[in-house]
T-cell receptor
Framework: QKEVEQDPGPLSVPEGAIVSLNCTYS??????FMWYRQYSRKGPELLMY????GNKEDGRFTAQVDKSSKYISLFIRDSQPSDSATYLC????????????FGTGTRLLVSP | SAVISQKPSRDICQRGTSLTIQCQVD?????MFWYRQQPGQSLTLIAT?????????ESGFVIDKFPISRPNLTFSTLTVSNMSPEDSSIYLC???????????????FGAGTRLSVL
């Protein structure tokens, strides 16, 4: 079993839709969670960083963490064609360097 | 956040040759990381490079195959040695830095090097 599971997609939605991207993880020691966005032929770009369970909002993006279920989500409201990219979840255990563990990424396609 | 320049952006190489990838950061950072990203797979950490010490390699990666240099706090190189088609992948460097919100231990990535080995 992989430490972090993420549906590779592709997930296709029309412009304006609400998008839900999800990851599950197996190790309850993970405490810090991130979402990266990666456009084609570019490096991953940090979108959201969360620590505690609950929701964190930044513009059209909301990151949700449920540590009891070992489940994290990224919601995108009013999706735009420019949101078309691969979204990777990542997590690590505590501060001080700990290896980031990534999901495989979900490819999102937003059609005009 | 840090700005990372990585080169070459892509290359096509012959089997048995070596390629050195460069990573330049616009600020001094303690830790730099090298990852491999293969199609359909997670980013996989190859090694961690600290200035002034030997790189620390992850399981499955060895120094003879992926030698790393870290001569100062803004620069690192990764060499992919004696290449085979199985080494075709995207190689990414990242640095550990504070985010614009002050959160620590955030990793920022370069654009990557797309390597194809024939």
């Amino acid at each position: 079993q992989k430490e972090v599971e993420q549906d590779p997609g592709p997930l296709s939605v029309p412009e304006g839709a609400i998008v839900s991207l999800n990851c599950t993880y197996s190790n309850s020691a993970f405490q810090y969670f991130m979402w990266y966005r990666q456009y084609s032929r570019k490096g991953p770009e940090l979108l959201m960083y969360t620590y505690s369970s609950g929701n964190k909002e930044d513009g059209r993006f909301t990151a949700q963490v449920d540590k009891s279920s070992k489940y994290i989500s990224l919601f995108i409201r009013d999706s735009q064609p420019s949101d078309s990219a691969t979204y990777l979840c990542a997590m690590y255990m505590n501060t001080g360097f700990q290896k980031l563990v990534f999901g495989t990424g979900t490819r999102l396609l937003v059609s005009p | 956040s840090a700005v990372i320049s990585q080169k070459p952006s892509r290359d096509i190489c012959q089997r048995g040759t070596s390629l050195t990838i460069q990573c330049q950061v616009d600020s001094q950072v303690t830790m730099m990381f090298w990852y491999r990203q293969q199609p359909g797979q997670s980013l996989t950490l190859i090694a961690t490079a600290n200035q002034g010490s030997e790189a620390t390699y992850e399981s499955g990666f060895v120094i003879d195959k992926f030698p790393i240099s870290r001569p100062n706090l803004t620069f690192s190189t990764l060499t992919v040695s004696n290449m085979s088609p199985e080494d075709s992948s995207i190689y990414l460097c990242s640095v550990d830095s504070a985010s614009r919100t002050g959160a620590k231990n955030i990793q920022y990535f370069g654009a990557g090097t797309r390597l194809s080995v024939l």
